[in-house]
């Protein structure tokens, strides 16, 4: 069984642009959370889907947004980057979003802002 | 509200001793799942080992194996035969059962393995 894809793995840019990361999830997986880990804040939670619904949300900004669509898969926006939003990002997938539900992670995408 | 306390920012053990990575929670929702994540340097996660709150046993996994004491709210992880593979990143992480709560995270702790 295939493990988490994320999708870029390694991202370069700007100030002030906007981007967007992919996550697709293990098969048959409905739940898709998305973390941002940077070496001064940890790994920080920003926001889980089940069933293209949003379930919780984390402390960010508007400018950090995600949605999923009807076959799982999983995309977060950052819109008007800032350099503190150069981070590991990454998502991690489970069956459900009870307290059993081990999450599995991707590689992560690496995002620097200039 | 659901907390993870890790207090060991970093620890040293040599191959092949056990060590034992600490890990406190506090939550008021009496089911609750207790999950530990290893993140080598490659950065990728990777699940560990699961405690739920109402488990009699001790979670194993190999050579991982979770002392889990419910009253004292502590969930550590132990590492028999350490191996120079096992240098990484260790996260302790809890979820609540009750509503849609997300899953939290501790601070984590760096292993490194002398040979």
């Known amino acids: 069984k295939a493990g988490v894809t994320q999708t870029p793995r390694y991202l370069i840019k700007t100030r002030g642009q906007q981007v967007t990361l992919s996550c697709s999830p293990i098969s048959g997986h409905r739940s898709v959370s998305w973390y941002q880990q940077t070496p001064g804040q940890g790994l920080q939670f920003l926001f889980e889907y089940f069933s293209e619904t949003q379930r919780n949300k984390g402390n960010f900004p508007g400018r950090f947004s995600g949605r999923q669509f009807s076959n799982s898969r999983s995309e977060m926006n950052v819109s008007t980057l800032e350099l503190g939003d150069s981070a590991l990002y990454l998502c991690?997938?489970?069956?459900?979003?009870?307290?059993?539900?081990?999450?599995?992670f991707g590689p992560g995408t690496r995002l620097t802002v200039l | 509200a659901q907390k993870i306390t890790q207090t060991q920012p970093g620890m040293f053990v040599q191959e092949k001793e056990a060590v034992t990575l600490d890990c406190t929670y506090d939550t008021s929702d009496p089911s609750y799942g207790l999950f530990w994540y290893k993140q080598p340097s490659s950065g990728e996660m990777i699940f560990l080992i699961y405690q739920g709150s109402y488990d009699q046993q001790n979670a194993t996994e190999g050579r991982y194996s979770l002392n889990f004491q419910k009253a004292r709210k502590s969930a550590n992880l132990v590492i028999s035969a350490s191996q120079l593979g096992d240098s990484a990143m260790y996260f302790c992480a809890m979820r609540e059962l009750g509503g849609y709560q997300k899953v939290t995270f501790g601070t984590g702790t760096k292993l490194q393995v002398i040979p």
């Open positions: 991690a997938s489970s069956l459900g979003s009870l307290s059993y539900n081990e999450q599995f």
